[in-house]
């Protein structure tokens, strides 16, 4: 019986997540009191799978086949479906990425089994996993366990493991591949090179003052508001997803899963609520204001400083005090 | 194009979150329902392809009764018929159930495309449209930002993690999960209310379909999150709650 770590990597670098889902798999191992394999799939991924083999793991398993180059559901839900046949594992982890999302309710479904997603904490009662989730919006959470005959399945959310905490092994863990069968027609869809939009890109990941709006604004009209607050701190403007979604703001501002990720000296939310996708790209930031009229907006759950407001009464008080301290 | 366009109904957006004495889920009584936004921009793109290719739209909830209202405003927007797999455990019920109950729908009829959104705002597994998928042996793509159709594939633009994006191209049919934000979602017009209520919605219990309702996870407890950083909450007048904050950034934080 083992814990099965499935590592995620992009044109021969690791994702950042993957190690933080070997430092679960590591604790989950132990908790359980059984092996941990971890694998690495894709085309030419030798030197990758050596690499992991200097973590504290059991065994590293390497599927190697041209058609797994570039990702797609079927190649890779069917080689990890031959794993897990392969191996029995009890638990199977991953971490989440857009990758996982596609693929691994696939891999749960095809055997028919559970698939905790996007967990942000996991402990153990009788050497089982209990994962904790956040659920509405992150507004609350919630304990889930897998039911059902093994393996069970889950994902762990960016940050909620340290990779620096995924130990290194006394010696080399030995690599073994293993030889899976893909066909042409295995494989139904085709994907192609990851690009970007053509667009006058602004980086926020330089700015020491992010002041950023969410769905409390309200309406595009209010937008200047916000503008006027970021210029007198000398800070940059940015939003979360459904205001770039709604054309507020160039996409390019937007920070979360899907935009920038930022790490400012001071990040100022106003009417954020605080969503799983926003809070993965700002929570690194060194100070946090959040400004939200909903106590329980989760957003106040990572802020240093919490103002329960309406931002329409505070952001302007705000302008005009630091307009008179100048 | 035949097209089944998957929708939940959730609590709406502004509802208080307010656990129930089970501590399993929220309770829903006096809670207004909407339905589930990121499945509104599956519906507005399912629309899109039938008024640029023909054919049919179904809008399609496994759900309780109330979900009924969310049919109708999918069929006030446009759709041509619903089902409604009604059932009260819909309403907390597991992503594989959930699946489980659309595909027995689905499957019995011919189908070119199954649209959902990424996923719901309640639960927020995100894995519905993709277990349906697997269970209808279809191919998928997840996340999409825009689709075009023609001669039996459809090309999709995939969003990736952090500003990327790719092109994926799956023979028909297929599932797709939308993004939210892909289209400007369209009202209902009065003359669009009127015409939904002489429109199908088609009914079935979940025995009906032989559902398999064992679920593969369940919530154990459902409770406030604890508080991560200690949060200063700064309270007073606007104007004095505006000077606290500064001067907290100037002489504690020392961030401006």
Known sequence: ?326 | MKIFVCVKQVMSRDAALRVGGDGLWVRDDGVAFETNEPDTFALEEGLRLREKHGGEVVAVTAGPARAASTLREALAKGADRAIHIEDDRFARADTHTTAAALAAAIGREPHDLILTGLQSDDAGFGQTGVILAEMLGLPHATIIMKIEASGGYLRCKRELEAGWFQTVTLPQPALLTIQSGINKVRYATLMGIKRARRKPVRRYASTDLGIDMAPRQEVLRLYQPQQGKQTEFLEGSAREVADQLLSKLRFEARVI
């Open chain 1, 1 to 326: 019986m083992s814990v099965l770590v499935v590592t995620e990597h992009h044109r021969g670098t690791w994702h950042r997540i993957s190690m933080e889902a070997v430092a679960a798999g590591q604790q989950a191992a132990q908790a359980m009191r059984c092996s941990l394999a971890a694998a690495v799939v894709g085309s030419d991924v030798g030197g990758l799978a050596c690499d992991l083999a200097h973590k504290r793991v059991s065994e590293v398993v390497a599927i190697d086949h041209p058609q797994l180059a570039a990702y797609s559901a079927d190649g890779f839900a069917a080689a990890l479906s031959k794993l897990i046949d392969d191996l029995r594992p009890r638990l199977v982890l991953f971490p989440h990425t857009y990758q996982v999302r596609d693929l691994a309710p696939k891999l749960a479904a095809s055997v028919g089994t559970a698939f905790v997603s996007d967990a942000v904490g996991m402990r153990f009662e009788g050497g089982e996993p209990i994962f904790v989730r956040q659920m509405f919006q992150g507004k609350l959470h919630a304990d889930v366990v897998p039911r059902g005959a093994p393996p069970h399945i889950a994902s762990v959310q960016s940050g909620a493991f340290r990779a620096e905490s995924a130990a290194d092994g006394d010696e080399p863990a030995p690599v073994r591949h293993l030889a899976i069968a893909l066909g042409e027609g295995d494989v139904r869809s085709q994907t192609g090179q990851p690009y970007q939009d053509a667009q006058d890109a602004v980086d926020l990941s330089a700015a020491k003052i992010i002041v950023s709006v969410g769905r409390g604004i309200r309406e595009p009209g209010n937008i200047p508001l916000a503008q006027a607050l970021a210029r007198a701190l000398g800070g940059e403007l940015a939003a979360s997803r459904p205001i770039c979604d709604s054309g507020w703001l160039p996409l390019d501002r937007q920070i979360g899963s899907s935009g920038q990720t930022v790490t400012p000296d001071l990040y100022l939310a106003l009417g954020i609520s605080g969503a799983i996708q926003h809070v993965v790209g700002m929570k690194g930031s060194k100070t946090i204001v959040a400004v939200n009229k909903d106590r329980g907006a989760p957003i106040f759950e990572i802020a240093d400083y919490g103002i329960v407001a309406d931002l329409f009464d505070v952001v302007p008080k705000l302008i005009e005090a630091l307009g008179e301290s100048d």
